[in-house]
């Protein structure tokens, strides 16, 4: 079992910064990815970004790609989000998942095993 919990969210002005951080415990992250993902009122859960814990090879939607950057702390079993240059449209609950096994698309929700609670980000205009 895993637990996640994701931190650092809130509301800052249109091109301010904030960093997420998701937390592990339970389990390490030793073989898998970390997902981002985030959830707008009214619209599907989309993915943000993700990170392998082996190399560390990170992926991007292509909607914040060169603002946002995942990367990951082995010793704190902690992965972070740092957002940059945010938009209005970037408003949304930040969610970080890990899946249960290898395998899957990690950039698909439904690879997707562990889910923290999310963190709100409001970005102001």
């Known amino acids: 079992q895993v637990q996640l919990v994701e931190s650092g969210g809130g509301l800052v002005q249109a091109g301010g910064s904030l960093r997420l951080s998701c937390a592990a415990s339970?389990?390490?992250?030793?073989?898998?990815?970390v997902g981002w993902f985030r959830q707008a009122p009214g619209k599907e859960r989309e993915f943000v970004a993700a990170i392998t814990w082996v190399g560390g090879s990170t992926y991007y939607a292509d909607f914040v790609k060169g603002r946002f950057t995942i990367s990951r702390d082995s010793a704190k079993n902690t992965v972070y989000l740092q957002m940059n240059s945010l938009k209005p449209e970037d408003t949304a609950v930040y969610y970080c998942?890990?899946?249960?096994?290898?395998?899957?698309?990690?950039?698909?929700?439904?690879?997707?095993?562990?889910w923290g609670q999310g963190t709100q980000v409001t970005v102001s205009s």
């Open positions: 998942a890990a899946p249960s096994a290898s395998g899957g698309s990690l950039y698909s929700s439904g690879s997707y095993v562990y």
């Open positions: 339970g389990r390490t992250f030793s073989r898998y990815h």
